[in-house]
Nanobody, 123 residues
Framework: QVQLVESGGGLVQAGGSLRLSCVVS????????MGWYRQAPGKQRELVAR???????DYVDSVKGRFTISRDNAKNTVSLQMNSLKPEDTAVYYC?????????????????WGKGTLVTVSS
């Protein structure tokens, strides 16, 4: 079994900063791409940022220049530094990891999600 646990959400004023972190633990054989998604009330979940195991990154246009995704492969963590936050960034943020799970001696590719952490940006 694999678990993703997010932390770092909260309430912040517009223009402020927050840092989200996600720890991946469990029977991990290999960790591939990791990412952050968000879902605002009444909207579909959308990709915010992703990072490959080699460190290549991709961002949705609305956060480019404001958010930075990073990972620590030794600690199986991914972080999202969010600066210059706007009210439209308000959402539940979810961590996602694509990996190979050691499942009873078999290596099985899977994609796991965290339970989400709420980010609220007040105007």
């Amino acid at each position: 079994q694999v678990q993703l646990v997010e932390s770092g959400g909260g309430l912040v004023q517009a223009g402020g900063s927050l840092r989200l972190s996600c720890v991946v633990s469990g029977n991990i054989y290999r960790l591939y791409d990791m990412g952050w998604y968000r879902q605002a009330p009444g909207k579909q979940r959308e990709l915010v940022a992703r990072i490959t195991s080699g460190g290549s990154t991709d961002y949705v246009d609305s956060v480019k220049g404001r958010f930075t995704i990073s990972r620590d492969n030794a600690k199986n963590t991914v972080s999202l530094q969010m600066n210059s936050l706007k009210p439209e960034d308000t959402a539940v943020y979810y961590c996602n990891a694509d990996l190979i799970e050691d499942s009873g001696g078999r290596n099985v590719p899977r994609s796991y999600w965290g339970k989400g952490t709420l980010v609220t940006v007040s105007s």
